[in-house]
């Protein structure tokens, strides 16, 4: 994450430009205790299962407690509420592999997302299975201390160089201090952003020739020479540039040179209790296996059971792939919205984007609701299945000519069939202006509140501009200008002061 594109440059003295996990995460600390949120959040909680009550009108969510102190009191409980959000997103629940032999495994085997802070990695012998962005993250870490380190690479990533640096002190003060210069640096990250998508996006752009191009000579200069030719020939990827998701590093390929690592890229027959062996019959003694084998992410909202309407089990609605009406709403589920739901991820800017546009139209649904119920009526909202059929026809039928639909890869992206659940089909700034309104004309509306919202116009904002709005050329221009205006001022008070024209006083 940008640490100008996050504003986490208003809070903090930052020292990068690229965050790292511990300040995204004691900025998140900051935040929730600036609007006091604390109150609202209910940690070492695992929701169960959520059920619309058609009675009643509302949802009712049962709650397993995780060892907390209130576990005393009960296992579980359920929480009434009329409107109800999904935030689980798509990258939370761990996908373990499929390999003989796993459990047998006698050392510590943890998952990247379910990481052993007491585990000790020095002089340990330690394999990591997967290459993917969170092992481009771990690799480099750990093979600063370990004794050995055996990389288990089944495909090889797209890497992009980092461009990180630090931030000078003056650099610093003045983004501090001349929020126009912050803000216009802000603005050209997004806009740089926003333009990859054509390279990420079309494999027939000029854009993807060129980001393929730069990726390539990142690894020649990272990897160069005769003498790395082969572990160069073992990291190049045979499948379309964004393909599968693109890796951001500069530290990646330098670890894999060191002579304490290794590149393993024959494939795993079993884990033994002692390491990993080869279809070879190679043998990898280890210490610690690292399972960087990524998440369920087509798996939306698993393992939570959702049932809407008369019963209606989200899990059916999902049986041929997910799909919602924007990534938000669901056909069955009233009253019900997500943020990050299927088709909204982003390979080429921040998620952040969409998840702020999501926010802005979960909470105008969210207000009709509860203002109806403040004047004692009720309102129930659903997407109507015609409109959600055309919406996820759409999305589809773009993706399908875009790189991730290439069928020479496998990735995240796609469900077992195939079928692209996860990528928005377009950019950042389009979905904005896709959610930045709510035509109550694509929901079947019920309740004694249906006919005030049935025949009401589209309800619209502003959505939240980040983008360039005008040139540098203009904005020289405008400061030009403004700079002649006060300087044309000050001449005339000057000379109205020495003619006589102009009297100050100074009253002590």
């Known amino acids: 994450m940008s640490s100008l594109l ?27 205790h600036k609007y006091q949120l604390y109150r609202h959040i209910r940690f070492n909680s695992a929701v169960q299962e959520a059920r619309w009550d058609d009675n009643k009108q509302r949802w009712r969510t049962m709650i397993r407690r995780l060892g907390s102190s209130g576990a005393e009191y009960g296992d579980s409980y359920t929480i009434q509420s009329d409107f109800l959000v999904s935030a689980v997103g798509q990258l939370s629940i761990p996908k373990y592999p499929s390999i003989k032999g796993l459990s047998s495994f006698k050392g510590q085997t943890m998952h990247s997302s379910r990481w052993d802070w007491s585990y000790d990695l020095r002089d340990k012998n330690i394999g990591i299975i997967g290459t993917g962005a969170t092992a481009a993250q771990i690799i480099p870490e750990v093979a600063q201390i370990c004794k050995k380190l055996v990389v288990f690479q089944r495909t090889p990533a797209w890497v992009m160089p980092r461009h990180d640096g630090p931030i000078s002190p003056t650099r610093q003060a003045v983004y501090r201090y001349i929020p126009y210069i912050r803000k216009r640096y802000r603005a050209s990250l997004m806009d740089f952003r926003e333009s990859t998508f054509d390279a990420a996006f079309d494999p027939n752009s000029t854009k993807h020739e060129m980001v393929s191009s730069i990726s390539k000579q990142h ?29 951001v590093s500069d530290d ?22 002692t390491g990993v062996r080869m279809k070879d019959g190679t043998q990898h003694n280890l210490d610690l296996l690292i399972l960087a084998t990524g998440f369920r992410t087509t798996d939306f909202l698993y393992p939570v059971k959702i049932y809407g309407a008369n019963g209606y089990r989200l899990e059916e609605s ?37 998840i702020e546009a999501q926010s802005l139209y979960v909470n105008t649904l969210v207000a ?32 399908a000519n875009s790189t991730f639909a290439d069928p020479n890869c496998t990735s995240w992206f796609k469900d077992d069939h195939g079928r692209i659940t996860t990528n928005w089909c377009g950019s950042a700034i389009q979905y904005q202006e896709r959610t930045n ?8 509306i019920s309740g004694t509140a249906a006919k005030e919202y049935e025949n009401r116009a589209p309800t619209r904002w502003r959505r939240v501009v980040e983008e360039t709005q005008i040139s540098d050329r203009m904005a020289a221009v405008y400061g030009l200008g403004f700079v002649g205006v006060c300087a044309a001022a000050v001449y005339a008070c000057r000379m109205a002061l020495s003619r006589g024209l102009m009297r100050l006083d100074f009253i002590s």
């Open 6 to 32: 996050s504003g986490w440059v208003l809070e903090e003295h930052v020292l990068a430009f690229l965050l790292r996990q511990e300040e995204i995460q004691d900025y998140l600390i900051q935040i929730a």
């Open 219 to 247: 690894m020649l200069n990272q990897l160069p020479g005769c003498c790395n030719a082969s572990l160069r020939e073992k990291l190049t990827p045979h499948y379309p540039f964004s393909c599968k998701r693109i890796l």
């Open 252 to 273: 990646y390929y330098p670890a894999l040179r060191q002579r304490h690592v290794s590149l393993e890229t024959k494939s795993i027959d079993q884990v033994t209790p």
């Open 318 to 354: 999902w049986k041929d792939g997910a799909s919602a009406y924007l990534g938000i709403t669901v056909k069955g589920m009233p009253n019900f919205g997500m943020l990050y739901g299927p088709n909204t991820n982003l390979a080429y800017n921040s998620l952040i984007l969409q």
């Open 368 to 399: 009709a609701v509860v203002s109806s119920k403040r004047r004692g009526q009720t309102l129930q909202l659903q997407p109507k299945a015609e409109v959600i059929r055309a919406f996820n026809d759409e999305v589809q039928s773009r993706l």
């Open 437 to 444: 309104s709510v035509d109550w004309h694509d929901f079947e």
